[in-house]
């Protein structure tokens, strides 16, 4: 069975950090591009960043860009999100999601829920003072 579990959430001050980790089960990460998304209450999941199978590129909404990085130890079968410079704005329950390989196409495909088969069960971030 493939599994996807989050750790690394809760509570941070304004302008702290926090590290989220996606660890998989029964499948290797690396043949599968892995995002992150989240949602926060009362609005739809978003996509947050990406990181696509093979090469590890990587692609970010432009709310985090600059403060989140999302990278993959494949020794792990693990990737993670460093978010820094957190804003209350980015609390939610952050998800991390697998699909398939999608080529050229991934630049525009990343944030459609609908592209990812596995899901992992979800890890609340809340920034607050």
């Known amino acids: 069975q493939l599994h996807l579990v989050e750790s690394g959430g809760g509570l941070v001050q304004p302008g702290g950090s926090l590290r989220l980790s996606c660890a998989a089960s029964?499948?290797?990460?690396?043949?599968?591009?892995i995002t992150w998304f989240r949602q926060a209450p009362g609005k739809e999941r978003e996509g947050v960043s990406c990181?696509?199978?093979?090469?590890?590129?990587?692609y970010y909404a432009d709310s985090v860009k600059g403060r989140f990085t999302m990278s993959r130890d494949k020794a792990e079968n693990t990737v993670y999100l460093q978010m820094n410079s957190l804003k209350p704005e980015d609390t939610a329950d952050y998800y991390c999601?697998?699909?398939?390989?999608?080529?050229?196409?991934?630049?525009?495909?990343?944030?459609?829920?609908?592209?990812?088969?596995?899901w992992g069960q979800g890890i609340q971030v809340t920034v607050s003072s």
């Open positions: 990181i696509s199978s093979g090469d590890g590129s990587t």
């Open positions: 029964g499948f290797t990460l690396d043949y599968y591009v």
């Open positions: 999601a697998a699909g398939p390989a999608a080529g050229s196409r991934l630049k525009t495909l990343w944030p459609q829920r609908t592209w990812y088969s596995y």
